[in-house]
């Protein structure tokens, strides 16, 4: 099972672009890298997904380099209501979620 | 309309109490899931129900049973409550693989409080 590794926290201002970024030196080839954000209180929300080089959709763009071993979040701009936890985890499409394994995720705090 | 439902959403009661939390989803899923988020936030899965077949996960204890009654819920027994089944338990489900991107849609979680 492919382990993640992201850091604890990070602090950022409101209006930044904010960079999260995920070390996965076991991943599979079969494994998808995907993204969740919790706020308090709620459900983890998935973000993003990808496989290879770049994706990107309304809310982050996912930076993925050539060997898979890390993978970059990017938040553009990010507000006040970005504050969450970012959950970055990997995992084989056609197994289900049972073999994706949540980390500790990364604590995002946006400040004004 | 809530995609993924759970019940109740807070639940508190004393050691040794047998409870049950629901789950519903209307998503029409063929995968549903429950995770535990302990007091350090880490999200842990415990089972996969996927067309009737029942993946567990060895670490958890026997006393934690779930239940599918049809393919839209999937529901969470615990036996003989302990303080340390404490924490926020969620209910996921996901379509697997139908398509290229597999999300897993989460519920709002039950937080459990054992006493």
């Known amino acids: 099972l492919a382990k993640t590794t992201q850091p604890i926290s990070m602090d950022s201002y409101e209006g930044q672009e904010v960079n999260i970024t995920c070390s996965h030196n076991?991943?599979?080839?079969?494994?998808?890298i995907t993204w969740y954000q919790q706020f308090p209180s709620q459900g983890p929300r998935f973000i993003i997904q990808?496989?290879?080089t770049k994706v990107t959709n309304e809310v982050a763009s996912l930076f993925i380099p050539a060997d898979r071993k890390s993978s970059t979040l990017s938040l553009p701009r990010v507000s006040l209501s970005d504050t969450a936890v970012y959950y970055c985890?990997?995992?084989?499409?056609?197994?289900?979620?049972?073999?994706?394994?949540f980390g500790a995720g990364t604590r995002l705090f946006v400040k004004a | 309309d809530t995609a993924v439902s759970q019940t109740p959403k807070y639940l508190v009661t004393q050691m040794g109490n047998d409870k049950s939390i629901k789950c519903e989803q209307n998503?029409?899923?063929?995968?549903m899931y429950w995770y535990k988020q302990d007091s350090k936030k880490f999200l842990k899965i415990m089972f996969s129900?996927?067309?009737?077949?029942?993946?567990i996960n060895e670490t958890v204890p026997n006393r934690f049973s779930p239940k599918s009654p049809d393919k839209a819920h999937l529901n969470l027994h615990i036996n003989s409550l302990e303080l340390g089944d404490s924490a926020v338990y969620f209910c996921?489900?996901?379509?697997?693989?139908?398509?290229?991107?597999?999300?897993?849609?989460f519920g709002p979680g039950t937080r459990l409080t054992v006493l």
């Open positions: 996921a489900s996901s379509q697997v693989g139908g398509g290229p991107v597999d999300e897993q849609f």
């Open positions: 076991n991943i599979a080839t079969n494994d998808y």
């Open positions: 990808g496989y290879k």
């Open positions: 985890l990997v995992g084989d499409l056609n197994t289900g979620g049972f073999k994706t394994i």
């Open positions: 998503l029409g899923h063929d995968t």
């Open positions: 129900y996927n067309n009737k077949e029942l993946i």
